[in-house]
């Protein structure tokens, strides 16, 4: 129903940026609401930022202020711009989208890796 791609992942020096990028596909219109988690080796998928089909978001309190989701007005693509990346935020981070009939729609998910 929902296809989800993530890019923009790489290797950052800590105090760098990365932009991620989620391109959904499919029936777009039907999702509430679109977000990024992260998963780092030996820990729990974690949400790091969400955005609503009205506009409000959500950020994870060890990531606000360094980071910003948007997106354009059809859903897609839908942006993380990260900054003042830290190297615990060394994670694969996966696209996640809700939709109105209940499902739920993940990525295959973009390494990012912070290290000097």
């Known amino acids: 129903q929902v296809q989800l791609v993530e890019s923009g992942g790489g290797l950052v020096q800590p105090g760098g940026s990365l932009r991620l990028s989620c391109a959904a596909s499919?029936?777009?219109?039907?999702?509430?609401?679109m977000g990024w988690y992260r998963q780092a080796p030996g820990k729990q998928r974690e949400l790091v930022a969400s955005?609503?089909?009205?506009?409000?978001?959500n950020y994870a309190d060890s990531v606000k202020g360094r980071f910003t989701i948007s997106r354009d007005s059809a859903k897609n693509p839908v942006w993380l711009q990260m900054n003042s990346l830290k190297p615990e935020d060394t994670a694969l981070y996966y696209c996640?989208?809700?939709?109105?009939?209940?499902?739920?729609?993940w990525g295959q998910g973009t390494q990012v890796t912070v290290s000097s």
């Open positions: 955005i609503r089909s009205g506009g409000s978001t």
């Open positions: 499919g029936n777009i219109v039907s999702i509430v609401t």
């Open positions: 996640n989208a809700y939709t109105w009939s209940g499902a739920d729609h």
